[in-house]
Structures are given as structure tokens and as C-alpha cells.
């Protein structure tokens, strides 16, 4: 079964400060793997997916992730952060083959100080 | 493009009743997935529909069931509502077609309370 670990329940970091958050998964093949972003009330917000190719890989608003199969590790990287960048960030996995099921972690929440 | 639209958005309801939540997806999709979303659990997969059958299930009690219709319209529907079913859930579409990507887009949820 497939299970995504996110180590960091929160998170503070100044305005103008880089930010990485932590994403760790188990998956017996090479999984499809997203960033997605929750402000409060919302929905969920694609940030970047990692389908194959570049383990390199850009999204919205800045973000990039870097996919590392020996360490089983998708983390969320932005070399500098905004204030309205508070937010909770999920990490999810998907299988390949077999339709549409996401795995979460359980989240980290951003605060950013001004 | 429209988005992922779900009604009602908000819904309160006592204990031992049944409710139905509504999901349409963005146009042309034809999977839609279901997520419940609490403080405890997290988020956890409810179920998968794509061309009106279910194709994924999650570990969810029988009292949890859903259908799509040839519109690509959801519905999940709970019965002999818990307590513990007070959650946000969300819907999400995804293209699924051969040649598409899996990506899924979110609707903004509906958040059901359980008195």
C-alpha cells in the first residue's frame, strides 16, 4: 500500500526567507507524486505533479520539487516566500495503472512572519 | 473552463439522517473522486467514479455510497449519519482518458456538520 510522510506539522519562516517542506512516500514502482496547497475554507490547489522524465520539476506561484528515488522524497522547495504563501501544504502520491486514488500526508502548515 | 463546483457548500444535519452531496466536474472529465477531509484522519479516499462505475474504493463503511451519471455528475450520498462523519468533502475531476494526465482539480468542498 502506499503511504506519503511529511515530517513537519508546521512551519515558520520569514518574509523574503527560503522554505523547503519535507515529503517522504512508499510506493512499490515509481508513483505519480503532487504538491497541493489548502488555504483556510478552500479547496485544494495543484502546485506541481511529478508524472516521469525531469526529476526537476516547476509549478505555480514559484514553487518547484525535486523528485530523489533513492530517498524516496518529493520535497516542496521556494527560494523566497510570501506572505500570502501561509497556507497547508499536502504532499499526495497516486499509483499508476488503475485509475484516480490519492494517498495524503497529513499536511504542513506555513505560517509566515512579516 | 468552469471549475469543479459542489452543492451545497455548506450542510448541517442531526444524527441518524442521510444526506446527499453534489459534485459536476469540470467539463469534458470523466472521473471524479471523493475525499473526506477531518482535523483527525485527515484526508482520506471515499471512492472513484469514472464512466458512471465505481472504479476505486476507499476503507469507508457501506453507509457511504456515490454514483455518477452520463453527465459526469457525482453524487455520494451517506446514510444513518455519525457524529463522526462532520467533515469537509471534497470532489475532484480528473480527465482520465487514455493520453491524459491523472492531475485532479478540487472543488471548494462541502462541509457537512452532524448535531
Known amino acids: 500500500a502506499q503511504s506519503v510522510t511529511q515530517p513537519d506539522i508546521h512551519i515558520t519562516v520569514s518574509e523574503g526567507a527560503s522554505l523547503e517542506l519535507r515529503c517522504n512516500y512508499s510506493?512499490?514502482?515509481?508513483?505519480?507524486l503532487f504538491w497541493y496547497v489548502q488555504s483556510p475554507g478552500q479547496g485544494l490547489q495543484l502546485l506541481l505533479k511529478?508524472?516521469?522524465?525531469?526529476?526537476l520539476v516547476q509549478g505555480i506561484k514559484g514553487f518547484e520539487a525535486e523528485f530523489k528515488r533513492s530517498q524516496s522524497s518529493f520535497n516542496l522547495r521556494k527560494p523566497s516566500v510570501h506572505w500570502s504563501d501561509a497556507a497547508e501544504y499536502f504532499c499526495?502520491?497516486?499509483?499508476?495503472?488503475?485509475?484516480?486514488?490519492?494517498?495524503f500526508g497529513t499536511g504542513t502548515q506555513l505560517k509566515v512572519e512579516l | 473552463k468552469a471549475g469543479v463546483t459542489q452543492t451545497p457548500r455548506y450542510l448541517i444535519k442531526t444524527r441518524g439522517q442521510q444526506v446527499t452531496l453534489s459534485c459536476s466536474p469540470i467539463?469534458?472529465?470523466?472521473?471524479v473522486s471523493w475525499y473526506q477531509q477531518t482535523p483527525g484522519q485527515g484526508l482520506q479516499f471515499l471512492f472513484e467514479?469514472?464512466?458512471?462505475?465505481?472504479?476505486n474504493k476507499g476503507n469507508f463503511p457501506g453507509r457511504f455510497s456515490g454514483r455518477q451519471f452520463s453527465n459526469s455528475r457525482s453524487e455520494m450520498n451517506v446514510s444513518t449519519l455519525e457524529l463522526g462523519d462532520s467533515a469537509l468533502y471534497l470532489c475532484?475531476?480528473?480527465?482520465?482518458?487514455?493520453?491524459?494526465?491523472?492531475?485532479?482539480?478540487f472543488g471548494p468542498g462541502t462541509r457537512l456538520t452532524v448535531l
Open positions: 475532484a475531476s480528473s480527465p482520465s482518458g487514455q493520453g491524459t494526465s491523472n492531475e485532479q482539480f
Open positions: 510506493y512499490g514502482a515509481t508513483p505519480y
Open positions: 511529478y508524472f516521469s522524465g525531469d526529476t
Open positions: 499526495a502520491v497516486g499509483a499508476r495503472g488503475g485509475g484516480n486514488k490519492l494517498t
Open positions: 467539463s469534458g472529465h470523466r472521473s
Open positions: 467514479y469514472f464512466s458512471e462505475t465505481q472504479r
